[in-house]
């Protein structure tokens, strides 16, 4: 995947939360359930608790987190002037990482606002927020960058740390790439999209089991990250043309790798203990994972997202 280089970029939605060193005094927990969690976020959770590296009994779908990290202190604004001087075009999106994800939130916001008008709604872009080993958030308390990238539905806000895409190449054993990385943002920005229907409220905290809500909300939003891929190409951005360019099967076949690297089977039988257990899944299989996102990339149509009604799962 590349990006039109003559294209402008709009880095109005990010925030860059990083900082070098100080902080501190993070710690507490990051509320997870409901459309508030990362792309592999509850995954790590049960990992994590299983291997004795948690703590299990936090309550109320809460996630302990140790003090003492360092992040955004309450009470900081954002400093956004380098990401703003360094990430003004498709050019800028080619070589440099805070740019090719400010380009691919470009791309979402201008696909999905597009969506919304069509169907006589009005489309509201989460800001995404860029940060560093941890962050403290507007609404669902403060989190490290093991839970994975995250939606936080109470602030609606994206939270990553941007090395999470190296670990997903180096722990996970992903291929990653380009496309890889957008499927990713494109994932939750799904949750954005299903928090704005009011489908996350469909799902109880803690839900889990292959048919349960939380699974059924992660498909959905796979899948609603494959309807942006279709239109990845076609969709034009503030510039008035569209930022995505060149989108080819090796770049879909990295995306799927990526499903399947953080469905809840291959995590639990590689990362965990080696037993699979699905009275735990919480995001869905590998298989799942990459069904729904081939679901939306093949249709286009976010109205084939519907995992709710379905018996079929996959």
Same mark, same amino acid.
């Given at each position: 995947?590349?990006?039109?280089? !003559?294209?402008?970029?709009?880095? =109005? !939605?990010?925030?860059?939360?990083?900082?070098?060193?100080g902080g501190g005094g993070v710690g507490g927990r990051v509320a997870l359930g409901g459309g508030g969690v990362g792309i592999v976020g509850?995954?790590?959770?049960? +990992?994590?608790?299983?291997?004795?590296?948690?703590? *299990?009994?936090?309550?109320?779908?809460?996630?302990? +987190?140790?003090?003492? +990290?360092s992040g955004l202190e309450q009470g900081q604004s954002a400093d956004n002037t380098t990401i703003a001087q360094a990430c003004r075009t498709?050019?800028?999106?080619? *070589?440099?990482?805070?740019?090719?994800?400010?380009?691919?939130?470009? =791309?979402? @916001?201008?696909?999905?606002?597009?969506?919304?008008?069509?169907?006589?709604?009005?489309?509201?872009?989460?800001?995404?927020?860029?940060? &560093?080993?941890?962050?403290?958030?507007?609404?669902?308390?403060?989190?490290?960058?093991?839970?994975?990238?995250?939606?936080?539905?109470?602030?609606?806000?994206?939270?990553? @740390?941007?090395?999470?895409?190296?670990?997903?190449?180096?722990?996970?054993?992903?291929?990653?790439?380009?496309?890889?990385?957008?499927?990713?943002?494109?994932?939750?920005?799904?949750?954005?999209?299903?928090?704005?229907?009011?489908?996350?409220?469909?799902? /109880?905290?803690?839900? &889990?089991?292959?048919? =349960?809500?939380s699974v059924r909300l992660e498909l959905q939003a796979d899948c609603y990250a494959g309807v942006w891929g279709n239109h990845a190409t076609?969709?034009?951005?503030?510039?008035? /043309?569209? +930022?995505?360019?060149?989108?080819?099967?090796?770049?879909?076949?990295?995306?799927?790798?990526?499903?399947?690297?953080?469905?809840?089977?291959?995590?639990? *039988?590689?990362?965990?203990?080696?037993?699979?257990?699905?009275?735990?899944?919480?995001?869905? =299989? *590998?298989?799942? /994972?990459?069904?729904?996102?081939?679901?939306?990339?093949?249709?286009?149509?976010?109205?084939?997202?519907?995992?709710?009604?379905?018996?079929?799962?996959?």
């Open positions: 995947m590349r990006f039109d280089e !003559n294209a402008d970029l709009d880095t =109005s !939605n990010i925030d860059d939360l990083r900082r070098g060193g509850l995954l790590l959770f049960f +990992l994590i608790s299983a291997l004795g590296g948690g703590n *299990s009994g936090t309550g109320g779908g809460g996630f302990a +987190l140790p003090s003492g +990290l498709g050019a800028d999106a080619n *070589s440099n990482l805070d740019c090719e994800v400010t380009a691919v939130v470009n =791309s979402l @916001d201008g696909y999905w606002s597009d969506a919304f008008a069509r169907a006589g709604q009005t489309y509201q872009p989460p800001r995404t927020n860029f940060f &560093s080993g941890s962050v403290n958030t507007g609404g669902c308390g403060s989190a490290t960058s093991d839970v994975g990238p995250f939606y936080c539905p109470a602030d609606n806000e994206v939270y990553i @740390d941007l090395t999470f895409f190296q670990e997903l190449e180096t722990r996970f054993g992903a291929e990653g790439g380009p496309f890889a990385r957008a499927y990713v943002i494109a994932h939750e920005y799904g949750h954005h999209i299903q928090n704005l229907l009011g489908t996350n409220r469909q799902v /109880r905290a803690g839900d &889990s089991g292959p048919t =349960s809500g076609t969709t034009p951005t503030a510039s008035g /043309r569209p +930022l995505v360019q060149d989108v080819n099967q090796a770049d879909v076949a990295a995306a799927l790798d990526t499903a399947s690297r953080i469905g809840d089977d291959y995590i639990q *039988s590689n990362l965990g203990g080696g037993r699979v257990d699905q009275s735990q899944f919480t995001h869905g =299989s *590998s298989q799942q /994972r990459e069904r729904w996102f081939t679901t939306g990339f093949r249709s286009g149509d976010p109205a084939r997202c519907d995992t709710f009604t379905t018996n079929n799962l996959g």
